[in-house]
């Protein structure tokens, strides 16, 4: 690839991220949302699309087109054949519009993992969230939990999206320590962490100014605190697994991963409060 990607190739620097999730025309989400943080890095991306919009959902009109999965699968295949794939240090997946195409990744995941055991898979399962509910097929969440977890280093669900992941158990009013023990059941034999953002936790509803991550890992779990900013506008999960793969690339640990991710979407959301008119 070398040769051709020096004749071809504007960038010359290797994929330090691969990002699979929704690409809208017009909107701040999915890879719209991910791509700038981790571009303002410098870091290179390679972004793959699971669904096209031309905007957000919420507006009057919306039209989408789902990307078939074999075209996903034969994109991946591309990406492996000019060593994108070899290079890349993280996979990030996002938002799945069908479940077949989370078997697709899953597969290819796979057979890259066989020879890089080291790489870095983080899912940001985007299955909804409290205010709009559901934002995918209900078998996304299935397909998510059998094939792409046992897959991944880390995983970053809303307490909607953990209630999705886990439908046997219960999550609201649960304390502290069974919320991170129902979370840590989620993690795969490659498994290191969930950060569990917006936790809703009873022994803390005296806080109702700030926003309660719960990040778990197998042996422990601790409470992240950020600044509440009201506001109705989405892609903030985006931005905040966009912030926490950022960090973890540049050598934190978990917890100051989630710290700073954190805190990007409180600058995201204040700087957003400030350019909106009065």
């Not at 793969?245 to 640990?253: D, F, K, P, T």
Request: charged content about 20%; overall charge negative; proline content about 6%.
């Amino acid at each position: 690839m070398k040769g051709t990607s020096e004749r071809w190739e504007l960038d010359l620097r290797p994929v330090d991220v691969i990002v699979f999730g929704s690409q809208l025309a017009y909107g701040t989400v999915g890879t719209n949302a991910s791509l700038p943080v981790l571009t303002g890095a410098r870091l290179r991306v390679a972004t793959v699309p699971t669904t096209l919009l031309s905007n957000l959902p919420s507006y009057r009109s919306v039209h989408t087109h789902t990307v078939p999965s074999s075209w996903l699968a034969s994109a991946l295949d591309d990406l492996t054949a000019l060593g994108v794939a070899e290079a890349a240090g993280t996979i990030c997946t996002g938002y799945f519009a069908a479940p077949e195409q989370v078997r697709v990744v899953a597969e290819w995941l796979r057979e890259l993992l066989a020879h890089r055991p080291g790489l870095r898979v983080v899912v940001d399962p985007t299955l909804g969230d409290d205010d709009v509910g559901a934002y995918t097929d209900h078998h996304v969440a299935d397909a998510l939990r059998d094939q792409l977890l046992p897959l991944a280093n880390g995983l970053t669900p809303n307490l909607y999206e953990l209630d999705r992941l886990l439908p046997a158990h219960p999550l609201r009013d649960l304390d502290e320590s069974s919320l991170a023990e129902l979370a840590r059941g989620l993690l795969g034999p490659r498994g290191e962490w969930v950060v569990v953002t917006g936790a809703d936790l009873p022994e803390r509803a005296d806080v109702t100014e700030q926003v309660i991550n719960l990040v778990v890992t197998p042996e422990d779990h601790t409470v992240v605190i950020e600044e509440r900013v009201d506001t109705a506008a989405k892609g903030t999960g985006d931005v905040f697994a966009a912030s926490l793969v950022r960090e973890l690339h540049h050598g934190a640990s978990i917890i100051d991963a989630t710290t700073a991710a954190a805190e990007e979407v409180c600058r995201s959301l204040r700087a957003r409060s400030v350019a909106t008119p009065g």
